[in-house]
């Protein structure tokens, strides 16, 4: 079955500066992957996602990049904010959506 | 205003007995899904539902049950099987099971069991 692996478990960044997360998937055959973000005590919100046919896909702040042939895809957030502070999740799945194996998550802090 | 809900928020059991965790969505989407979240693990699915009446197991099923009798409600059992049932409980929903629609989360149950 599919295994995401996400690095690293935590980050701590300057307000202003530049974080990037990493996934690994393990299944060829994954094409849809997106990205949460949760705040404490709160369920996961979508923030982005990327789909297997695009290499690169970006909303204001945050992008996300796919390599199909390394099967990693990253998240980058510029010019973090103090309210980017959360834990960030990645998931891949197949068949677009259906049951996402979700990375075991990176704790953001940006420090002001 | 549309989305999921689930309740209540914190939820707190013996140990033994059953409990029914709540979740519900006004989003009219097909398919919905249960995951737990433990400290410092990603999500694991537990169960998912494509279509009323109908429903499979996830990754970690044992010691859950579940039922879908409207589309909008996917109530989760944890039974007095499940061995370590304290955690964080999400329920989810997507529009359609062969489209390629995100998934939505409810806030989640903190179920604590002593």
């Known amino acids: 079955g599919e295994n995401v692996e996400q690095h690293p478990s935590t980050l701590s960044v300057q307000e202003g500066d530049s974080a990037v997360i990493k996934c690994t998937y393990s299944?060829?055959?994954?094409?849809?992957f997106p990205w949460y973000k949760q705040e404490l005590g709160k369920g996961p919100q979508l923030i982005i996602d990327?789909?297997?046919?695009?290499g690169e896909k970006k909303d204001q702040r945050i992008a996300v990049t796919l390599n199909k042939t390394a099967k990693h895809f990253s998240l980058h957030i510029t010019e973090t904010q103090p309210e980017d502070s959360a834990v960030y999740f990645c998931a891949a799945s197949r068949n677009y959506g259906q049951n996402f194996v979700f990375g075991p998550g990176t704790r953001l802090s940006v420090l002001p | 205003d549309g989305g999921i809900t689930q309740s209540p928020k914190y939820l707190f059991r013996k140990e033994g007995q059953n409990v029914t965790l709540s979740c519900e969505q006004n989003l009219n989407h097909d398919a919905m899904y249960w995951y737990r979240q433990d400290p410092g693990q990603g999500l694991r699915l537990i169960y998912y539902s494509q279509i009323v009446n109908d429903f499979q197991k996830g990754d970690i099923a044992e010691g859950y049950s579940v039922s879908r009798e409207k589309k909008e409600s996917f109530p989760l059992t944890v039974t007095s099987a499940q061995k370590n049932p304290t955690a964080f409980y999400l329920c989810a929903s997507s529009k359609d099971r062969d489209a390629s629609y995100e998934q939505y989360f409810g806030p989640g149950t903190r179920l604590t069991v002593t």
């Open positions: 299944d060829s055959a994954s094409n849809y």
């Open positions: 990327i789909r297997s046919n695009v």
